[in-house]
C-alpha cells in the first residue's frame, strides 16, 4: 500500500479539490485511501494556484481576536460571509504562546 500511518480520506471543493487531487497523485508517500471532490472546475482552480503565494502572503501574521480575524476574512481576506467565517476562521487559528 502507500505510506505508512493512518489511512487518510481527502476532501476538497473548488480549488480545494484540485488541491486534494494533487496531493493524491503527486505524494505517494501518504496512505490516501479515498479521495472526494467536490465542483471542481480543474482548469481554473489550478490557474489561480499560482497566485496563493501573493495572498498567502497578503494575510496577517497575527490577530488581536477572533473577532478580527473574522472581519479580516470578510473585509479582504477571501469570505463574503460572515457566518461562514465565524465557523472557518477559528480553527485556522493557534494562540500564541505564552497567551490563553
Known amino acids: 500500500g502507500r505510506g505508512g500511518g493512518p489511512p487518510l480520506l481527502l476532501v ?3 480549488l480545494g479539490g484540485a488541491i486534494a487531487v494533487w496531493v493524491a497523485a503527486e505524494r505517494k ?3 490516501v485511501q479515498g479521495l472526494a471532490v467536490i ?5 481554473s482552480a489550478l490557474d489561480s494556484l499560482k497566485h496563493m503565494n ?3 502572503d497578503s494575510r496577517p501574521s497575527s490577530f488581536p481576536s477572533v473577532d478580527r480575524a473574522v472581519a479580516w ?3 479582504g481576506g477571501g469570505m463574503r460571509n ?3 467565517a465565524g465557523v472557518s476562521m477559528p480553527a485556522q487559528l493557534k494562540a500564541a ?3 490563553s
Open 12 to 14: 476538497g471543493h473548488s
Open 29 to 31: 508517500e501518504l496512505p
Open 39 to 43: 465542483d471542481v472546475v480543474e482548469g
Open 54 to 56: 501573493a495572498f498567502l
Open 73 to 75: 476574512a470578510t473585509s
Open 82 to 84: 460572515g457566518d461562514s
Open 97 to 99: 504562546p505564552g497567551l
